[in-house]
């Protein structure tokens, strides 16, 4: 993350999604609405324009795209499943009790927007990089910010968490909550990452989930998303954003039981690699 710039990333991913619903079969598994949702905010943002998105919709950059798949084999793909697996478990938490959503490093996602119409007693809170979520807060305001939606401005590199929901009235540290860190951890140290945790399980009740992807590692601890994995490096380490953090799968148990979580396989689904990473979800 570029310091006083917009996350590159999240910029890059809410692109991909409009790109991916352009495959044929994609767009019914993407969330209904998702791809137009993008597309508005990232028009009434700012953040792209009338060329980018009719670029980032050419059978072109698609088929790009396809042919770049050898670097790391599904993760185009992945960021629909991806996007599907996240929305689908903040509303089962909200179905099974939950009556918060926080979703850290939201970047451009448009979940917690097309939501919260849906479950007006639920509030909704989104933690960004200043930076990048004032941008965003620019398009939600122009495409309508519903009263049980939150965009919160903070860099949890520099703040603890519970400081900064300690500053917001409406958040309940004692409500069953969802919290979701959708390709985030790999950005992060491995220290903050443990930190992270260790603070989202001190601002929810019982009951709450924490759902997260995460990159795994090898034998030696290093990342390992196969053949091109030191290409893959390099790439992420030039452009400025950097993968941090990863963990062998068989680690992850421990390590969130170390944090006061317990991963929940029923939940969480088959552990199996989707693209690059894994999908884990905790329960406290």
């Not at 519903?146 to 400081?163: E, K, S, T, V």
């Not at 992420?236 to 799968?249: F, H």
């Not at 969130?256 to 929940?264: E, F, N, S, V």
Request: proline residues 6%; aromatic residues 10%.
């Amino acid at each position: 993350m570029r310091k006083d710039k917009p996350s590159r990333t999240a910029y890059k991913v809410a692109m991909n999604i409009i790109t991916l619903s352009m495959k044929p079969g994609m767009k019914g598994v993407l969330p209904p609405g998702t791809a137009e949702a993008t597309e508005r905010l990232l028009l009434e943002a700012g953040a792209a324009n009338e060329f980018s998105i009719r670029c980032a919709r050419s059978s072109r950059l698609l088929a790009l795209y396809d042919k770049l798949d050898w670097m790391m084999p599904g993760q185009f793909d992945a960021f629909g499943l991806r996007k599907t697996y996240f929305e689908n478990q903040i509303h089962s938490a909200i179905d099974n009790g939950a009556t918060q959503v926080l979703v850290l490093g939201a970047g451009y996602d448009t979940t917690c927007w097309r939501s919260a119409p849906k479950y007006k007693k639920v509030r909704f809170f989104e933690i960004d990089h200043p930076a990048t979520s004032k941008m965003k807060k620019k398009g939600i305001a122009a495409m309508g910010l519903w009263d049980n939606l939150h965009l919160i401005p903070a860099d949890l590199g520099r703040r603890n968490l519970i400081d900064v929901l300690q500053g917001e009235p409406l958040w309940d540290p004692g409500a069953r909550s969802v919290i979701t860190a959708e390709g985030l951890v790999m950005y992060l140290p491995e220290v903050a990452v443990r930190e992270m945790f260790r603070r989202c399980h001190a601002v929810c009740g019982e009951g709450s989930r924490m759902v997260f992807t995460y990159i795994p590692a090898d034998e030696d601890g290093k990342p390992d998303v196969g053949r091109w994995t030191g290409l893959t490096l390099w790439m992420l380490k030039v452009s400025g954003e950097p993968w941090l953090w990863c963990i062998r799968p068989g680690d992850i148990r421990v390590f969130a039981g170390q944090t006061g979580w317990k991963i929940d396989p029923a939940l969480s689904g088959p552990s199996v690699k989707h693209g690059v990473e894994f999908y884990s979800v905790a329960v406290k």
